[in-house]
């Protein structure tokens, strides 16, 4: 179990934060410092523009998790003292590849799959782009189609955005209002010129999971292919190919790509307890990517350039803590978040939930809070401490709000209003405790701030064309011409 | 650049763009602690003048209500009542301050408040925030509008000195050119600035056009 961010007095509380991170950088005798850096950090964080240290609530473990010490202990040796290259044949190059394949069979023993079928990344979106990307670009021949879901991440849509330009066709796969894909059209959508379908596992804004075995088996149909078979993999090269962004699951789901049937897989680092900077891609042997990098050998040419050794060892090491303690993590948050979606409904009034209540991560909430603006919120919360994120345009550097929201046919008056809470290892009991009792408060202030007074019964498909004054729905609302 | 900007932390500066993200001091402290904020709504006649411009749905509302002093033609009383952002919320709770500081805001003065005066009494706004607080002055020239035609002062009456571009945020010709001298010659960044077109994309073309015309006035023929 990993550090928790009870508000404990330390020694360590009345040290700058800056002067903490250099003492692991350069003192690394005390040996003790890195784990209780890990411990001290989310305790009396500060930040540049407030003078006093407070009380941290950490609920936003989905944009990114503090590192496991027991991950930090086992990536130390290799950032100077095992610092060989691992394509260099003497003894310090031998014992980093060593480790490197040691961390890939943590993985794989996750996965259940091949060793050679995991690439390492510099980044969960790199992982994404090589997928999309890649397997689109090196099956151009067989078609130009790609299906992905309104609700995949950036880096899924992005890269399709591309691709687009260089003459792919993309074709979005609609979502109903609780954020699962709408199967039936996925089976309408299938043709010949198919080389690709994305669906991510589960979303990382409204945390619902996605049925990825029963896409599969339709993706397996559709290619005249048996059913599920939960061992031994397939190797064949039928398109199209599966690619599922298992970022946000991997430390609650079964990520057994045998089982759920995937071709293509994308993993993170930094969302399970493990280093930022370092990313996976599970690509089943006989799947065709071209890469995006060129330069040496490594990984086989699909991913060059000198692995990331510290990062790779720290990845494999959280990716197997992660399915070490997956049961009873997701069972101990699971009623945590139930405690603070019961308590913020029955304090809170004009509240909506997004995103669908079953199918959904243990650890994520996400709710509209009408009338009022996430950003203001967040910024409110902030000030106790209490850190969460928002859907809301005014968060976003461009001026459109999440689109996962929008895809769930949400009004965009709702979605300003959006706060997503997500729980992970430092959060207790208490936590719950003292959001429940600063929220409510802090509803009631921005309320008395605001001049809107939205119905919540009056509207429940997309804003209404009469919201927006000329009587036109927004382009950003607008269904995009097939 | 004024006295708030001196006593500002240091803040996270993009070394490309310059750009910053915090906000400032007085920025933060007119969010946490609304100036003249309207508490209950008020009966029909209890104020003099009434404002609202912006709509839920592109994210911002701003809503004022005045006491106008007929003999000084000064604003006497200025309430407030904002929906949205950081930055909207402290924009109008500065506008309020301005508005009633030193006896009152003539009326006439009222008309011709721009957002660059909101944003200089804040100590400037984070660049990808400019755009938030671009509707307070608006909101007042409304209410300031309405007490003119409640007081039959027609002809004080003035309409957006040039063609109104986008009716929800009721952004204007002028402010497109004034976006554009302040360097902002794409539509991304204009849009940054005066959030024109965000609910009413039917403009688009036209602020495109005026954004290439000005950019052509101001900084030469683009090189193609």
Known sequence: MGPRTVCRKSLLDDVPYTYLVTLVVYDKVITNIPERVARAVPL???????????????????????????????????????????????????????????????????????????IFTGSATEADNLAVMGAARANRRAGNKIIASAIEHKAVLSACNALRAEGFEIVELPVDKHGL??????????????????????????????????????IRKFRGEPKIKDQGSRTGAVLPFFHSDAVQALQFLDCDVQKLGVDLLTLSGHKVYGPKGVGALYARRGVKISPLNYGGGQQERRRPGTENVPGIVGFGESVRLAKKNRREESARLKKLRDKLEKGIFRNIPRILLTGGKTSRLPNFLNVSILD????????????????????????????????????????????????????????????????????????????????????????????????????QTPHFLRKKKK | MTR???????????????????????????????????????????YDAEGIVGSPACGDVM??????????????????????????????????????????????????????????????????????????????????????????????????????????????????????????????????????????????????ELIRFYREKYYGPDRA
């Open chain 1, 181 to 218: 894909v709408k199967i039936g059209d996925l089976k309408k959508y299938l043709d010949k010129k198919t080389i690709l379908v994305s669906v991510m596992y589960a979303n990382n804004e409204i945390g619902t999971v996605q049925p990825i075995r029963e896409i599969s088996e339709i």
């Open chain 2, 4 to 46: 708030a900007t001196k006593h500002r932390k240091p803040d996270v500066v993009n070394p490309r763009t310059g750009g910053t993200w915090a906000y400032s001091r007085t920025v933060r402290d007119h969010f946490f602690k609304p100036r003249n904020l309207l508490g209950e709504l008020p009966e029909r006649a209890t």
């Open chain 1, 44 to 118: 009396c964080y500060n930040d540049a523009t407030s003078a006093m240290p407070k009380r941290m609530c950490y609920l936003d473990y989905a944009a990114t998790t503090p590192l496991n010490p027991e991950v930090f202990r086992a990536m130390e040796p290799y950032f100077a003292e095992e610092f060989g290259n691992p394509s260099s044949l003497y003894g310090l190059g031998r014992r980093a590849k060593l480790a490197i394949e040691e961390s890939i069979k943590k993985i794989s023993d996750t996965l259940n799959c091949r060793p050679g079928e995991i």
């Open chain 1, 372 to 471: 009022i603006e996430g950003e203001a919120l967040l910024l409110y919360l902030d000030e106790k401490g209490i850190a969460v994120s928002t859907g809301s345009a005014c968060n976003s550097e461009s001026l459109e709000p999440s689109h996962v929201l929008t895809a769930l046919g949400l009004p965009y008056e709702y979605i300003h209003g959006s706060i997503r809470f997500t729980l992970g290892h430092g959060t207790t009991e208490n936590d719950i405790d003292y959001v429940l009792h600063e929220l409510p408060p802090l509803v009631k202030k921005l309320r008395s701030i605001s001049p809107v007074n939205l119905n919540p019964n009056e509207r429940k498909e997309t804003s209404l064309p009469k919201a927006f004054v000329g009587g």
């Open chain 2, 63 to 208: 809503r004022v209500w005045l006491r106008v002093d007929p003999k000084t033609d000064r604003i006497k009383e200025f309430k407030w009542r904002t929906f949205g952002c950081a930055s909207a919320i402290a924009s109008t709770s500065m506008l309020s301050v301005m508005a009633t500081e030193r006896g009152g805001m003539k009326l006439d003065r009222a008309l011709a408040v721009k957002p660059q005066d909101i944003l200089k009494r804040l100590g400037g706004l984070p660049t990808r925030k400019v755009h938030c607080s671009v509707l307070g002055d608006k909101a007042l020239r409304a209410a300031v509008n309405d007490w003119f035609k409640k007081t039959e002062q027609y002809t004080r009456i003035v309409v957006e000195g040039t063609r109104v571009l986008d009716p929800n945020t009721k952004v204007t010709e002028t402010d497109i050119e004034e976006a554009v001298l302040e360097g902002a010659t794409t539509l991304e960044a204009v849009q940054q600035r005066t959030k024109v077109g965000v609910g009413y994309p039917q403009c688009l073309p036209d602020v495109e």
